[in-house]
């Protein structure tokens, strides 16, 4: 396991942003993203009736429809022990198969780092 203060300021960023969702609206899952100019887009597990998406999944939508062509980055804090396939083809849709993936558990503290590929 890495400390998620081994990471570079704006990967922590996102790590805390993804942390935050996913206290803030108690959800299993929060996430963050990084796009080509930098700006972040923050979002937690969307449940309803008619719609499931992933944390991560809802954090690329967002991303996307905001105007992102690409990712530098992406951050997932969960109780999982590693990014579901749909999470990193998300990722990956939009940012390629190069773009970092980070997993850290609920106390913050990174517990993979993978790519999208």
Same mark, same amino acid.
């Given at each position: ?25 108690g959800v299993p899952e929060g ?21 499931? #998406?992933?944390?991560?999944? %809802?954090? /690329?939508?967002? @991303?996307?429809?905001? +105007?992102?062509?690409? *990712?530098?980055?992406? !951050? ?17 849709? #939009?940012?390629?198969?190069? %773009?970092? /993936?980070?997993? @850290?558990?609920?106390? +913050?503290?990174?517990? *993979?780092?993978?790519? !999208?590929?």
């Amino acid at each position: 396991m890495t400390e998620s203060t081994d990471l570079g300021p704006e990967d922590r960023k996102i790590v805390t942003l993804a942390r935050s969702a996913r206290a803030r609206n108690g959800v299993p899952e929060g996430a963050a993203v990084r796009d080509e100019t930098g700006r972040t887009y923050v979002a937690g597990t969307v449940q309803l009736e008619s719609l499931r #998406l992933s944390a991560l999944q %809802t954090a /690329v939508a967002m @991303a996307v429809a905001s +105007g992102a062509t690409s *990712l530098e980055a992406a !951050a997932i804090v969960s109780e999982a022990e590693a990014p579901s396939d749909a999470d990193r083809a998300a990722v990956r849709d #939009l940012g390629g198969p190069a %773009t970092p /993936v980070l997993l @850290a558990g609920p106390d +913050g503290v990174l517990r *993979l780092n993978v790519t !999208a590929g």
